[in-house]
């Protein structure tokens, strides 16, 4: 995947993201390792509004990586699926293994399943195999703001603080 080809306000070429598959992102959480995961894809008109916002503060709080998954993928029957639909019991399996080990919870379930829907983008901090925060707010891009559907206000300082405080928390020494 090209980043700033596939992202088009994603201008910055020395960028932070990574591509991960599903694996390797299940294996970051299992051998407790610490990093910052990015759920999301091209796709996502809320994934485009803050890949550039997301870059920046990332680079701001010396976070080198963030470990990009993206949900969609081609099946054995090629056709493209999303790992949160739970259209068979692989991925059923599969999304719930991530869904518990981040220890998500929501209202929103996948249909005919008790597992909640994790929306996209999900920016999750990873500090030692556990779940640290997760961040779900899903933006459009107004001008050079992020604003809610329906809504006029700027939550770009309100988002920007949340990903500084999520990076803090993976970032923190030990104790």
């Known amino acids: 995947m090209s980043f700033t080809n596939d992202y088009e306000l994603l201008k910055d070429h020395f960028h932070v993201f ?4 599903y694996d390797k992102m299940m294996n970051l959480i299992y051998k407790f390792k610490t990093g910052v995961l990015y759920i999301g894809g091209t796709w996502c008109k809320n994934c485009q509004a803050i890949i550039s916002l997301l870059n920046r503060t990332a680079k701001k709080c010396k976070i080198r990586t963030i470990y990009h998954y993206d949900p969609h993928f081609i099946n054995v ?3 493209e699926v ?3 639909d739970c259209q068979d019991l692989e991925t059923k399996l599969n999304y719930y293994y991530l869904i518990e080990k981040i220890g998500y919870t929501s209202d929103e379930l996948v249909q005919d399943t008790l597992i909640p829907r994790l929306p996209v983008p999900a920016i999750i901090g990873i500090k030692n195999g556990i779940c640290v925060g997760i961040i779900t707010d899903e933006y459009e891009l107004k001008g050079e703001c ?3 559907e329906n ?3 700027d939550y770009t300082e309100e988002y920007t603080n949340k990903l500084e405080e999520l990076f803090l928390k993976v ?3 030990n104790k």
Request: charged fraction near 55%.
């Open 18 to 21: 990574r591509s991960v598959t």
């Open 77 to 79: 029957f090629k056709e």
């Open 82 to 84: 999303d790992l949160r």
């Open 146 to 148: 992020l604003v809610k």
């Open 151 to 153: 809504d006029s206000k």
């Open 171 to 173: 970032k923190a020494k």
